[in-house]
């Protein structure tokens, strides 16, 4: 049993691009998440308050996670808390195309 020592979360709704973008938004939180992976044992993402989201943020979000910090990290030090059972669903999708193409 593992015990999780400390953990920040990040409301994915602080995170929004000025100019209105969602995959610039999706770069600002995936490089503050990355930041806290240095500082922290657990990153858990909070996606209440989101409008709209695509796979398109998802993927960008998860990308850069998983390219910075690794795939381990993404699957092991990152939860997602969703407010819609669409949210999880894009990001189910998202999740495994981006673990599968960084498999590879």
Same mark, same amino acid.
């Given at each position: 049993?593992? $015990? %999780?020592? /400390?953990? #920040? %979360?990040l409301e994915a709704s602080k995170y929004i691009d000025p100019t209105g973008g969602l995959v610039a938004s999706a770069v600002l939180?995936?490089? =503050?998440a990355i930041a806290q992976l240095d500082k922290v044992d657990m990153v858990v993402i909070d996606l209440v308050g989101?409008? @709209? $989201? @695509? @796979? @398109?943020?998802? /993927? #960008?979000?998860? #990308? +850069? %996670?998983?390219q910075k910090r690794g !795939? =381990? !990290?993404? +699957?092991?030090?990152?939860?997602?808390?969703?407010s819609a059972a669409a +949210?999880?669903?894009i990001f189910d999708s998202s999740y495994r195309a981006v673990i599968q193409s960084l498999s590879l």
């Open positions: 049993m593992s $015990v %999780i020592l /400390n953990q #920040t %979360i939180l995936a490089e =503050t989101l409008r @709209s $989201v @695509s @796979s @398109s943020y998802f /993927n #960008t979000l998860l #990308t +850069q %996670i998983a !795939t =381990t !990290t993404l +699957q092991h030090r990152v939860e997602m808390r969703f +949210q999880k669903a």
